[in-house]
């Protein structure tokens, strides 16, 4: 214990994933524990745009310049996590010239390297866009599957000898003779809550369990929820939560990442994601990260004003709405009124310094496009505290997924699927495609919106760091029930390959909470065609499949004798009929 | 040809009212460059629309280049700037809810295991697609465009017109043009070009493809089927007997129908094209017959999209030229008229082509709405005794499905009776590939089992290419219902 500190991270978003990745991989001794799957928080719930910095490079050069850095680093180390979509920040008429021109210089100042094209160029190359579109500024944006990204970066950890263990809630910061000494998490007890993987031979505590984690130093990389962590150790973190809303399109209107040029950021980025867009965002401060209203009129105005930018989209189908907590900072004192005015600056708060209370170090700030920074330099931080001595290889040593991409060659005749189908699985998967899709087993696609085969699924539940019976977890490592019908045609043929590793409650208990969590983000686009689509999956399941009121979800069961013998069962055919109506069948199911 | 007509012979330019070519023209799909340029290669004698000569070819107005790229800004639509015409169909995925009952209605489908479906080769595939990064599933040549797809589905998903383009693309960029399946479909997708050359000769061609050995030559170089006789021309094609006729014998200003008779009334069944002009002209109508090539079914159902375009600008030329002079587009081919109506404007944007797609119609429904066919063909009495009548899909999808029978419903000394609703099969050049032949006879099982049930032996139906199925699967003789239409009407009278 002496020379290998033990270091518990708080958070599995990009950040604790990103710290717990260089922990484990400079040889500390990591655990991260995170209260919901990863990217429970924030990380998951943005529009997954990898900056390049063109955002920043007006108002905050520093941030800029730590943008286009870090997006050549992303993709090179999590390549099958990035699409290299290209940007642009579109001009309209009433767009301010001289904020344009301050745009291209910013951009040119810190590096990022720019194109201005005319409005029939930006109109060639994204036909979708307003006719009136004067002008664009190209930057080498892209789109980063966030999801992905994390859970190569915790398999990456786990690798080497950390210890990630999900749905596990921090419930106290143990606090001993003035110093922060480990913490005290809550282990879900809910299906599929078991995912904890690290070193073999530990055991490993029962779902529902409180379980107490001692440490040489706690990171508390929470996010939005970084105060109230802050708080449980008698410390404060002034976390400003703003919420923004995410739209998502069912099609792609557009290759490009679209952003508008123009000062102040509400509702003007669309990012091509996957075969969805995104829409964002809006920019409100929230007292409660977990309890905030969901409101109409952000959803309407993302679309009404993107509208202007990408006329399409004011009719196209949208298929959900969610929102998501940006975990702003300012140091004490500074009194911004506007969170759209916060920076978004990442900051270090070492609670030795600042408080008295050593052991514990707050990250708090910052932006997914900068996460491997900001964690080589808390990781830098610790290490400097414990005197570890190796270098940070995160920059340079890609991530499981992204090493070798030679596998992306003849996909489609080694495992026998269809063109788009092998075409999106094979980048999903990235290098692993060959160990996950090459099966001899019969591999059909079990969500046919997003293309996932059954191979990937049970990869996504069964292998290195997989999700278990979560299946929400099992959706964001593979996307499925992520496309137009959310699950209304695949969730249970998900559930059902939980079988025969799982027991049945514990299936349909995991296919309700996917379903639920499917029906949250759409509650939100109930209109035209997802309407359709709502009331469709509703009868399905419903009715066909029973699930309003499955007499196997009862607590008691089934009276099959109160059922009558039915026309066709003659006295002389036997089986099972002996049994009065009104007899003590019992029986099962 | 009529005097009124003749005077045309001259004019330069169509009629006032009517749309030229135009500027705005741009194509729709994807084409290719150099094929694009090949195309412009046409003389431009200005041939008018009603010359009633053999020849179809030598039309003229080959798309000049747009002089102003950039025109009014507000005149664009998305589809016109794509590059190189690409047409991007992602967004037809919105209207899709997955409910699969295009997949429950697809007659492939259901006989061949390993086709992916209407659903996956539309909506799902082109969702899944990137502008970038995007391989066609070579599945799609499996499709036999039936189109029974586009009735099926409840939420207008556009299913044939992303079939058809994902076909196009995947001939154009991923099918090898040296492949012999390439020039096999290329051979029959361009039925026309090699129908016109045989019927110089129709006996030489008749008796050369009896030769021993002529099929099954052709199967193993080209892989057509070797199971099927190849239908027989005509010795004198309906263009031919039209000029020998003399043109049009009714004319009239207030009644007139432009006739587009395809490829198999001309070459190989002229007595169809025959019975429509006496049937016409005993209701009063002046027929035109304007110069046409190839309607494009055969050429969209084998992604040579160039080709059909090719065909189509000529075919609009002509036919909207004849609309300007009063005329409405008569076809006496559901696929033809299905084309005409549907997949043009669909798949290309040429100037005038809304213009044809309002203002085509099959033969019989265009009489049923104007003429009281019923009526007339109740006071009639023909010697025919039973027809097994099939709807083809094709004209299922016009709505048309029910029209043989309701029209001879009443007439004495024929009994029309409905084969059912199944899929002939053949889908024009489908069922003559030799991989997709025993697909084409599966499908077509449930029809002939029906005919064989039915009373009739002979078949009736309005689909060319459905008549050889019939026929060959029952080897019943097989009409149009024109043609008893003119019996009824025209020689009955």
């Known amino acids: 214990m002496a020379s290998t500190p033990h270091v518990v991270v708080v958070g599995g978003g990009s950040t604790g994933c990103g710290i717990v990745r260089d922990l484990a991989t400079r040889g500390v001794d990591a655990t991260l524990v995170e209260k919901g799957n990863l990217t429970h928080g924030t990380t998951g719930r943005m529009h997954g745009l990898l900056h390049s910095g063109g955002r920043y490079a007006v108002s905050d050069r520093k941030s800029a310049r730590e943008c286009i850095e870090e997006n050549m680093v992303v993709r090179d180390i999590a390549a099958h996590c990035v699409e290299e979509t290209g940007g642009l920040f579109v001009k309209r008429p009433e767009d301010s010239e001289e904020y344009f021109r301050e745009k291209l210089e910013g951009c040119r100042a810190c590096d990022i390297p720019v194109e201005v094209i005319d409005g029939a160029e930006a109109r060639r190359r994204e036909p979708y866009l307003a006719r009136d579109v004067e002008k664009a500024i190209t930057v080498p944006d892209a789109a980063v599957d966030p999801f992905r990204l994390c859970v190569a970066n915790a398999a990456d950890a786990i690798e080497h000898g950390a210890r990630v263990a999900t749905h596990a809630e921090v419930t106290d910061v143990l606090v001993e003779d003035g110093a922060v000494v480990g913490v005290e998490v809550e282990h879900g007890d809910g299906p599929g809550k078991r995912s904890d993987h690290g070193p073999e031979g530990e055991s490993r505590p029962a779902p529902g369990e409180t379980e107490t984690i001692r440490a040489d130093h706690v990171i508390n990389a929470a996010g939005a929820w970084s105060g109230e962590i802050g708080a449980m150790a008698g410390v404060d973190v002034a976390v400003r939560p703003s919420k923004g809303v995410m739209t998502v399109m069912n099609v792609r209107q557009v290759d490009t990442v679209i952003n508008r040029c123009k000062p102040k950021g509400d509702a003007d980025i669309v990012v091509p994601h996957e075969t969805a867009c995104i829409l964002g965002t809006t920019d409100e401060e929230v007292d409660d990260p977990e309890d905030y209203p969901e409101e109409e009129w952000e959803v309407d105005r993302v679309i009404d004003e993107l509208a202007e930018l990408v006329p399409p989209l004011a009719d196209a189908r949208t298929l959900r709405s969610f929102w998501g907590v940006r975990p702003l900072y300012e140091p004490p004192g500074t009194g911004t009124d506007d969170p759209t005015d916060i920076t978004r600056d990442y900051f270090l708060l070492d609670h030795d310094e600042r408080d008295d209370l050593p052991g514990l170090t707050t990250v708090v700030g910052g932006k997914l496009t900068t996460y491997r920074l900001m964690a080589e330099s808390i990781t830098d931080h610790v290490c400097e505290k414990f005197g570890v001595d190796a270098d940070c290889v995160t920059a340079d040593e890609p991530l499981p997924g992204s090493e070798d991409f030679s596998v992306l060659r003849d996909y489609m005749d080694e495992f026998g699927l269809r063109s788009p189908v092998g075409r999106r699985s094979t980048q999903r998967l990235g290098s692993r495609a060959d160990e996950v899709l090459k099966t001899d087993e019969p591999n059909p696609v079990v969500c046919t919106c997003e293309g996932v085969t059954r191979a990937e699924i049970r990869d996504a539940m069964t292998g290195e760091n997989g999700a278990g019976a979560d299946l929400n977890a099992v959706r964001i490592r593979t996307r499925a029930s992520m496309g137009n019908c959310q699950g209304g045609f695949c969730a249970h043929a998900i559930a059902a390959e939980l079988h025969p590793d799982y027991d049945e409650p514990t299936a349909r208990a995991a296919l309700d909470e996917l379903y639920q969590e499917r029906w949250k983000g759409q509650r939100h686009a109930l209109w035209g065609e997802q309407l359709s689509q709502a009331m469709l999956s509703r009868t399905l399941h419903a009715l066909t499949l029973s699930r309003d009121a499955d007499p196997a979800t009862l607590d008691d069961d089934v009276d099959f004798g109160a059922f009558d013998e039915g026309p066709e069962n003659g006295p002389d055919d036997g089986a099972r009929r002996d049994a009065p109506a009104g007899a003590d069948t019992g029986g099962g199911r | ?493």
């Not at chain 2, 189109?147 to 207008?156: G, L, V, W």
């Not at chain 2, 006789?229 to 006729?245: C, K, N, V």
């Not at chain 2, 009548?389 to 499905?401: E, F, I, K, S, V």
């Open chain 2, 1 to 493: 040809m009529t005097d009124d007509i003749s005077e045309n012979d001259d004019r330069e330019s169509p009629a006032p009212g009517v749309p030229r070519l135009g500027s705005d023209e741009q194509p729709a799909v994807y084409l290719d460059a150099e094929a694009d340029a090949a195309s412009g290669d046409r003389n431009g004698d200005g041939a008018p629309a009603t010359d009633g000569g053999t020849s179809a070819e030598g039309s003229s107005a080959a798309s000049a280049p747009n002089p102003d790229p950039d025109p009014d800004p507000d005149a664009y639509d998305p589809v016109d700037v794509f590059e190189g015409g690409d047409l991007d169909l992602r967004e037809g995925a919105d209207s899709c809810y997955k409910c699969t009952t295009c997949d429950t209605s697809c007659p492939v489908a259901e006989v061949d295991d390993e086709f992916p479906g209407p659903k996956f080769q539309g909506p799902e595939q082109w969702r899944l697609k990137r502008k970038e990064d995007a391989e066609i599933d070579d599945s799609i040549t499996s499709c036999s465009n039936c189109m029974r797809c586009d009735s099926a589905c409840p939420s207008s998903v556009p299913l044939s017109q992303m079939h058809n383009e994902a076909r196009g693309e995947f001939v154009e960029r991923q099918m090898s043009k040296l492949s012999r399946e390439y020039v096999r479909n290329r051979i029959l997708s361009n039925y026309r070009f090699f129908a016109s050359i045989a019927s110089k000769a129709p006996r030489l061609a008749n008796a050369a493809t009896k030769i021993p050995g002529a099929m099954w030559l052709a199967e193993k170089t080209l892989g057509v089927t070797s199971e099927r006789e190849f239908p027989e021309f005509a010795e004198q094609t309906f263009r031919e007997w039209w000029r020998e006729r003399g043109g049009a014998a009714v004319e009239n200003p207030d009644k007139r129908v432009a006739y587009f008779h395809g490829c198999y009334s001309n070459y190989n069944t002229p007595e169809v094209g025959k019975a429509m002009v006496r049937v016409f002209e005993h209701y009063g109508y002046e027929v035109m017959v304007p110069p046409q090539k190839c309607s494009g079914t055969p050429m969209f159902a084998n992604g040579m999209l160039s080709d059909a375009r090719r065909a189509a600008e000529t075919n609009v030329e002509h036919l909207v030229e004849a609309i300007g002079e009063g005329a409405d587009v008569i076809a006496s081919c559901t696929s033809c008229s299905l084309s005409l109506r549907q997949e043009y404007p669909e798949l290309f944007d040429i100037h005038g082509i809304e213009d044809l797609s309002e203002n085509t119609f099959e033969a019989l429904e265009y009489l049923r709405i104007y003429e009281d066919v019923e009526a007339d063909v109740a006071d009639a009495e023909v010697d025919d005794g039973a027809f097994a009548y099939h709807a083809p899909c094709h004209a299922r999808n016009q709505g048309l499905d029910r029209q043989a029978l309701e029209t001879f419903r009443e007439l004495d000394g024929a009994a029309i009776e409905d084969v059912g609703d199944s899929c002939s099969g053949i889908s024009g050049t489908y069922g003559w590939k030799a991989e997709k032949y025993d697909v084409s006879m599966e499908i077509g099982a449930d029809m002939f089992e029906h005919m064989e049930d039915a009373e009739g032996e002979t078949g009736m139906t309005e689909c060319p290419t459905c008549a050889m199925q019939m026929e060959h699967g029952t080897g019943y003789e097989v009409e149009h219902p024109l043609q008893l239409l003119e019996r009824a009407l025209v020689e009955g009278s």
